[in-house]
């Protein structure tokens, strides 16, 4: 139930097209994007014998649809935690521009068309997946990031659960080349989230979330998690040539491609700064998806 403080800060007098804007922003698009993108990527991967379209399609819908749950209750239970942060005092629930009970309605709703649709024009192996996804995010990851810097570590695993969704739509079993996939994603997410974590720590310690920039802040034990991560992310990510899935061309792409990469991370450990950092945040964002990219056409 929502208290009368937040009843009374919702925004009454917003017109459709703001309320429609704000229903969107609480799904996250562009997360969402890149969500779909990696689980279409686990998809291509896994078809064997030519891609079908139309189930890649129906996959990315489905994925989309839980993406955007996700966020949306994500925000819903967090609202409060946003209100504190600067970065994400604009979002919908913080600002009044939807009430709780219409963000939870709309959250819950999208994650129960996702998991029926992922069920129904899937395979039920893939709404399984994607509803240990939602729960292990909702109720392990979110309620963790108050109480211990290990919520990262819980939060990498529905985080990393989108190509190995796409890897069962096509092939409707687990293989070790989706876990590697999944491995590829889990320890890229270190490097991603703890520049963003370094970017804003002091708003996380404003909301009493436990990210490790705010529990150590000089930021030495950081930087050596930013590097052993990276380090582990550049051999891993060749192993999808060690399995026969992807080919040369790919095996150098992603070898540049790490190296590239561990020089953002050597730099943002060493220099700790808030510039190098948001230098790394933007190195991560575009690796990830070249990487995915030259696999797919490399396959």
């Known amino acids: 139930m929502e208290s009368v403080a937040e009843i009374v800060r919702s925004e009454p007098g917003l017109t459709l097209a703001g309320k429609l804007t704000a229903y969107s922003e609480l799904t996250k698009p562009r997360i969402t994007f890149l969500v779909s993108l990696t689980a279409s990527a686990g998809f291509c991967m896994g078809s064997a014998s030519g891609i079908d379209y139309l189930r890649l399609l129906n996959m990315s819908i489905g994925i989309a649809l839980l ?147 705010v529990v150590e802040p000089e930021g030495r034990v950081t930087g050596q998690q930013i590097i052993t991560y990276t380090v582990l992310l550049v051999p891993v990510s060749l192993l999808p040539v060690a399995v026969g899935i992807s080919g040369q061309i790919y095996l150098v792409g992603a070898a540049v491609l790490g190296i590239g990469f561990l020089f953002f991370s050597a730099k943002a450990a060493l220099v700790r700064t808030t510039w190098q950092a948001r230098k790394l945040l933007l190195a991560s964002v575009l690796y990830l998806p070249a990487l995915f990219a030259l696999m797919v056409l490399n396959r």
Do not use: C
């Open 67 to 213: 993406s955007s749950g996700l966020s949306t209750l994500n925000q819903y239970l967090e609202r409060d935690l946003d209100g504190l942060m600067r970065r994400t005092q604009g979002r919908p629930l913080p600002t009044g521009k939807l009430s709780p009970s219409e963000a939870a309605m709309f959250g819950i709703s999208l994650s129960v068309v996702a998991t029926a649709y992922l069920a129904i024009f899937i395979n039920p192996l893939s709404a399984l997946l994607g509803l240990a996804t939602f729960a292990s995010y909702l109720f392990v990851y979110t309620p963790l990031k108050t109480k211990t810097t290990l919520s990262t570590v819980f939060g990498a695993f529905p985080g990393a659960m989108p190509p190995l969704i796409g890897w069962v739509a096509a092939r409707g079993r687990i293989g070790v080349e989706a876990w590697i996939l999944f491995a590829i994603l889990f320890l890229w997410q270190f490097p991603h989230f703890l520049a963003i974590a370094w970017m804003y720590r002091d708003d996380y310690a404003r909301a009493g979330i436990k990210m490790l920039p």
